[in-house]
């Protein structure tokens, strides 16, 4: 069921409304994320098996930032645009 879309001023104003939306509802309201809630809160990372070094966890950031950093957003998409 989709809500309209609504304006919240802070936290204490999104719980109210989200409150006021589940008068009524008994079922599950947060989504864990995991599908047994048997399961600790455990980060991916951390789940079994050896834990990378850390020097790889800060070059894989790097290689997958590149092309963040690398995009220039005025520019066209394609070439074919601006030729």
């Not at 008068?23 to 050896?50: A, C, H, I, N, T």
């Amino acid at each position: 069921m989709r809500y309209p879309d609504e304006q919240v001023a802070s936290v204490g104003n999104l719980v109210d409304r989200l409150r006021q939306h589940l008068e009524g509802y008994d079922g599950p309201v947060w989504f864990r994320g995991q599908s047994k809630s048997e399961w600790p809160l455990v980060p991916k990372l951390l789940r079994g098996g050896p834990n990378p070094a850390e020097i790889f966890l800060i070059n894989k950031f790097k290689q997958n930032a590149t092309l963040l950093l690398m995009q220039h957003w005025s520019a066209p998409q394609k070439l074919d645009r601006i030729c």
